[in-house]
Structure formats: structure tokens, C-alpha cells
């Protein structure tokens, strides 16, 4: 907080008073942030969807009465406070899922027709700031709906893969990690042979991976480095500078 102060106070030209604004609104949301901690988790589960439908409220209220600037209908003027209640949906859309999913079964995650409810959940939020409009925010509340879907989904992969293999009376173990590999692997950043076992072909194959990633990295630097030294200038660009020197230098004489 206190490094983001410093470069305010610089990008602003040295104004204190923005530096004094900011810092109060950083000492309000600290204690926020403070006080929503101290709730208890089962409170919150309780609370969630009450909060989901509140910030639905919030965007309504906003696409009636929303405050204008920039084009862009936002923000909700209550005189004493002005705020975005599309930053609040971030929050409370989240915790309305996991709520959600987290009352459903293994089976019930697997019927395609339980998703229909979190679908809608997401897209009514998403299409009110979409309106206002605010791609952003309403990309990021996207993204951070997959991610739930995501992880649901995740879950009932792993439930359905113990359920298949207790089917075949076979236990979850991770015991063949260390069990011989077998096999050779020609590039290698540590000793390795077909003795090894499974983890180290895991390593080795890590490793491998990233030392790609870096090289192509470095790679695609150079490329670019040189794409910027040797790209050729059009005659309309020389000119257009050539012109502007002259002004500057019948402006000194």
C-alpha cells in the first residue's frame, strides 16, 4: 500500500491531496475487509444468495438510475457514497455458485440440466454490466464463473475415476510413481536412465518443458529485437520527420 502511495504521489505531481484520498479509501477498505473476515463461514453460506440477489438489485438499480461519465452508465450516486456495484457482484457471484454446487451430489453435477440454473446465474449479471457498458468486469466475471464450473467439474472427474476403479477392484495409489520407468528419454537436465523411476521421467519431462519454454522465450525476444531494428521506414515517415526538424530549426533561427 505504501509503495502504490509513493508512486501516486509521483504520478499525480506531487498532489497530497489525491495521495490523502487514496489512502483513506485504502483505509476503509482494509477495514472492510477486516470485519468480513471475522464472519463465519457457515453465515456466509446462509447469506450468499441473499447477497447474489441484492447485487442483482444493485445492477437494476444501476441501469435506471445509474450515474453517467464517460459514456458509461456505472456507478450509483447515494450522495454520501458513490460506488460500483459491479465490483460487489464479483464477490457475491462466486460465493452464490460455490454455494450452489456445494449443495449438489456427484450425480448431480454429471446431469447436464443442474447447469442451466449457475448458466443463468452467471449470464444475467454478466449481460446488466455488459449493458452499462463494462466488458471488463464482465469478461472477469465470466472468468471467474468458469473457474467454479471448472473445479466442479474436476471434483466429479475424480469421484467417477475412484468410482471406475473400485468397480474393477482397484485402488487409488500413486505407488507406480516409484516403481521402474522403463524407458529412455534422450534430452535430459538430470541423471537418467530406464532404471529410474516414474517420478523421475515426470522430473526430467518438467524440466524439458520449461527449458523449452525458456529458450523459445529468449528466441522470440531476439526475433523480436531484430523485426524492430530492421524494419524498414516508409518515405512518408521520413519525410513527415524531416518536416518537423525543419520547423524546429526555423523556430531557433
Not at 464482465?138 to 464463473?145: I, W
Not at 467417477?160 to 534422450?186: C, E, H, P, Q
Not at 515426470?202 to 528466441?219: D, E, R, W, Y
Not at 512518408?236 to 524546429?248: F, I, K, M, Q
Request: hydrophobic content about 55%.
Amino acid at each position: 500500500c505504501m509503495c502504490g502511495l509513493i508512486v501516486l504521489y509521483s504520478a499525480s505531481g506531487q498532489n497530497i491531496d489525491i495521495v490523502y484520498s487514496q489512502a483513506t479509501k485504502l483505509f476503509i477498505a482494509i477495514l472492510c475487509m477486516i470485519l468480513v473476515a471475522q464472519v463465519p463461514p457457515a453465515n456466509l453460506n446462509r447469506l450468499c444468495l441473499l447477497l447474489y440477489l441484492f447485487g442483482i438489485i444493485l445492477l437494476l438499480l444501476v441501469a435506471a438510475f445509474g450515474d453517467v461519465g464517460k459514456g458509461a452508465q456505472r456507478w450509483l450516486d447515494l450522495k454520501i457514497l458513490r460506488f460500483q456495484p459491479s465490483e460487489l457482484m464479483k464477490i457475491t457471484l462466486v460465493l452464490a455458485l460455490a454455494r450452489y454446487f456445494h449443495g449438489l451430489t456427484m450425480d448431480d453435477v454429471s446431469n447436464p440440466t443442474r447447469l442451466i440454473l449457475p448458466i443463468v446465474m452467471v449470464l444475467v449479471p454478466a449481460s446488466l454490466v455488459l449493458r452499462q457498458p463494462d466488458l471488463g468486469t464482465a469478461l472477469m466475471l465470466m472468468l471467474a464463473s468458469s473457474a467454479i464450473f471448472f473445479v466442479a467439474g474436476v471434483f466429479w472427474l475424480v469421484d467417477n475415476t475412484v468410482k471406475n476403479l473400485a468397480l474393477l477392484d482397484k485402488d487409488v495409489s500413486f505407488s507406480f510413481l516409484w516403481m521402474r520407468a522403463g524407458y529412455d528419454i534422450n534430452q535430459r537436465l538430470i541423471p537418467y536412465t530406464n532404471d529410474s523411476t516414474h517420478a523421475t521421467a515426470a522430473l526430467v519431462g518438467i524440466l524439458n518443458t520449461l527449458l523449452v519454454a525458456f529458450v523459445g522465450c529468449i528466441l522470440a525476444t531476439i526475433i523480436g529485437v531484430f523485426v524492430g531494428i530492421l524494419r524498414p521506414v516508409s518515405y512518408t515517415h521520413l519525410r513527415a520527420h524531416e518536416t518537423r526538424e525543419d520547423v524546429g530549426l526555423r523556430r531557433l533561427l
